[in-house]
């Protein structure tokens, strides 16, 4: 699924997608930032760690990552996952 509209609510600390097919889905900066998909991130989910994201944590990196991902950074400095189209479809359908 493609992402036709990207809308960064900082102060709510929400990214808010709508779809190709028209449907929308806000995730939290918080949920993206514990959903992130880079190598060191995978490895310490894997080892049962709990990355940290609270709710004060934003986005402070939002970028096209090719034509089916973005790349996104957050105010904790991490600023190294990918993120599918694909991915986050999967996140939001297990967000809801
Ligand atoms: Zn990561």
């Given at each position: 699924?493609?992402?036709e509209h990207i809308e960064n609510r900082a102060r709510s600390g929400v990214l808010a997608v709508r779809w190709s097919?028209?449907?929308?889905h806000a995730?939290?900066?918080?949920?993206l930032r514990a959903a992130c998909p880079c190598s060191g991130c995978?490895?310490?989910r894997l080892a049962g760690v709990a990355?940290?994201?609270?709710?004060?944590?934003?986005?402070?990196v939002?970028?096209?990552?090719g034509t089916n991902a973005l790349n996104l950074g957050f105010s904790d400095g991490h600023a190294r996952g990918i993120y599918p189209f694909a991915m986050l479809a999967n996140l939001a359908a297990a967000l809801c």
């Open positions: 699924m493609n992402i097919d028209g449907s929308e995730f939290t900066h918080a949920d995978r490895a310490l990355i940290e994201a609270p709710d004060t944590l934003r986005l402070t939002i970028e096209p990552a």
